[in-house]
T-cell receptor, first 115, second 115 residues
Framework: AQSVTQPDIHITVSEGASLELRCNYSYGATPYLFWYVQSPGQGLQLLLK??????LVQGIKGFEAEFKRSQSSFNLRKPSVHWSDAAEYFCAVGAQGGGADGLTFGKGTHLIIQP | GAGVSQSPSNKVTEKGKDVELRCDPISGHTALYWYRQSLGQGLEFLIY????????KSGLPSDRFSAERTGGSVSTLTIQRTQQEDSAVYLCASSLHRGMNQPQHFGDGTRLSIL
């Protein structure tokens, strides 16, 4: 079964600084990988996804993520954060087949932006 | 509407009562997913539908949980004889077709509180 680890429960970053959120996955085949963001009281919004091909993927809101198979990682990055980026971020892995079409999520990283 | 719609947004009920949560997916989306988000367990996949069929119900937490989808559109998640551990946010998502290469679009969820 697949699993996702987000090692950082909370991260605090100054506005304008760069950001990297870590994600490690465990899956026996080529994974489908996703990053979602959740603002308080709202559902999850897809930031970006990786299925195959170029290992550096671009997403919305200036985010990007890099798939590194050798490290089983899919870290999310942003060069310069804005106060509006404060939210909960979830990394997820997907598998297909056997009816297991649901996503497996990490526990999330709470991003705090300091002025 | 343009997005996934869930109702009610909030539900407070007494232990032992039955509750019904509704999800209206994006028009034309054939796949529909239910997740549960709780403080202790994070985001858990519960069940998915392809059309009106749910091939795998093993993700439902107990036999008090059931879900159905009719007309290939609206889905309801029913919890019978609610318990306090059922308190959580229940999220619904839909995608154009089944498969992990189809991004899942989430609703804002139903926050369920069991007194």
């Amino acid at each position: 079964a697949q699993s996702v680890t987000q090692p950082d429960i909370h991260i605090t970053v100054s506005e304008g600084a760069s950001l990297e959120l870590r994600c490690n996955y465990s899956y026996g085949a080529t994974p489908y990988l996703f990053w979602y963001v959740q603002s308080p009281g709202q559902g999850l919004q897809l930031l970006l996804k990786y299925f195959s091909g170029d290992t550096l993927v671009q997403g919305i809101k200036g985010f990007e993520a890099e798939f590194k198979r050798s490290q089983s990682s899919f870290n999310l990055r942003k060069p310069s954060v804005h106060w509006s980026d404060a939210a909960e971020y979830f990394c997820a892995v997907g598998a297909q087949g056997g009816g297991a079409d649901g996503l497996t999520f990490g526990k999330g990283t709470h991003l705090i932006i300091q002025p | 509407g343009a997005g996934v719609s869930q109702s009610p947004s909030n539900k407070v009920t007494e232990k032992g009562k039955d509750v019904e949560l509704r999800c209206d997916p994006i028009s034309g989306h054939t796949a529909l997913y239910w997740y549960r988000q709780s403080l202790g367990q994070g985001l858990e996949f519960l069940i998915y539908f392809q059309g009106n069929s749910a091939p795998d119900k093993s993700g439902l937490p107990s036999d008090r949980f059931s879900a159905e989808r009719t007309g290939g559109s609206v889905s309801t998640l029913t919890i019978q004889r609610t318990q306090q551990e059922d308190s959580a946010v229940y999220l619904c998502a839909s995608s154009l077709h089944r498969g992990m290469n189809q991004p899942q679009h989430f609703g804002d969820g139903t926050r369920l509180s069991i007194l």
